[in-house]
């Protein structure tokens, strides 16, 4: 019987499904083994006993070397045991040895994701599928118990600009803690800027009609309109290049990273855009 649904013995034959393919669902920890392996006796149950605490957060795949050699070679198994941690497919953690509990529970640590990184993963799913209010509730949640996770921020920001809310997202994006995500926010600043200036309905100077233009467009994003909101920002560029040190311009390209290069609005914006700057 089974210790667990979340461990297994793996052969070569059920490898690619049970291990590869389920990786880029949930990790998977491998255990490379043999019966006659005095350390791997000593590891084998602790990992169990991590697999079993962990409830379905990894998968715990027991690999016996003397019955299933060509994945021994195929992983560059040396010496037993040998522990590989897969994500996506591929070995993104390993060690070799038998290695005391302690040691063992932060490698685990390091492969699995907590329950922040799994609430970071669904907030930016549904962001990634434009569900914004979803994605800008589950954003606020994870920043109620980590005020200062970067990534929530950046993610809030996100939902938010794409709703055209301009104020708090611009306060997000300024005060974003020290991390990787900060060059993403420079580049989404300028369109945080112009809809929050929009929102503070600061009056435009009737001598420009370009600033007429350009709070119209900012007007079109807060509706959603992005459509007209991008031609009236290409038409300013048309006039003036570099009106307000390129603002237009910047506040395409933050358009463009909200909604990914993959969007057909980016691939014929981006093509509209370099046509009127060069």
């Not at 070397?65 to 992983?75: C, E, F, S």
């Not at 301009?166 to 990787?180: D, I, K, V, W």
């Not at 007007?219 to 560029?237: F, P, S, T, V, W």
């Amino acid at each position: 019987m089974a210790l667990s649904e979340h461990i297994l013995d793996v052969s070569e034959s059920d490898f690619e499904a049970e291990v590869l393919f389920r990786s880029h669902e949930t990790p998977v920890i491998v255990d490379f083994w043999a019966p006659w392996c005095g350390p791997c006796k000593i590891l084998g149950p602790i990992l169990e006993r991590l697999a079993i605490e962990g409830g379905g957060s990894f998968r715990l795949a027991k690999v016996n070397v003397d019955d299933n050699p060509n994945l021994a070679i195929r992983y560059g198994v040396q010496g037993i045991p040998a522990v590989k941690a897969l994500r996506n497919g591929e070995v993104v953690a390993e060690f070799v040895g038998a290695q005391p509990e302690p040691m063992v529970r932060k490698f685990v640590a390091r492969v699995v994701p907590s329950e922040s990184d799994q609430a970071l993963d669904q907030a930016r799913s549904l962001l990634a599928t434009r569900h914004y209010d979803e994605a800008e509730a589950a954003f606020r949640t994870i920043l109620e118990e980590q005020d200062e996770h970067a990534g929530a921020a950046l993610g809030l920001a996100k939902s938010l600009l794409m709703r055209g809310e301009g104020e708090e997202a611009q306060g997000l994006l300024s005060h974003l803690p020290a991390g990787s995500e900060w060059a993403e926010a420079e580049v989404l600043l300028p369109l945080a800027h112009l809809l929050a200036e929009v929102e503070a309905g600061a009056p435009t100077d009737e001598a420009d009609p370009l600033a007429a233009m350009l709070q119209r467009s900012g007007e079109l994003i807060k509706r959603e309109n992005l459509l007209a909101a991008m031609d009236g920002l290409l038409d300013i560029l048309r006039a003036d290049k570099r009106y307000r040190d390129g603002l237009p311009r910047k506040v395409l390209l933050a358009i463009f990273a909200l909604l990914g290069d993959e969007d057909p609005l980016v691939r014929e914006y981006r093509g509209e855009l370099a046509s009127v700057l060069f």
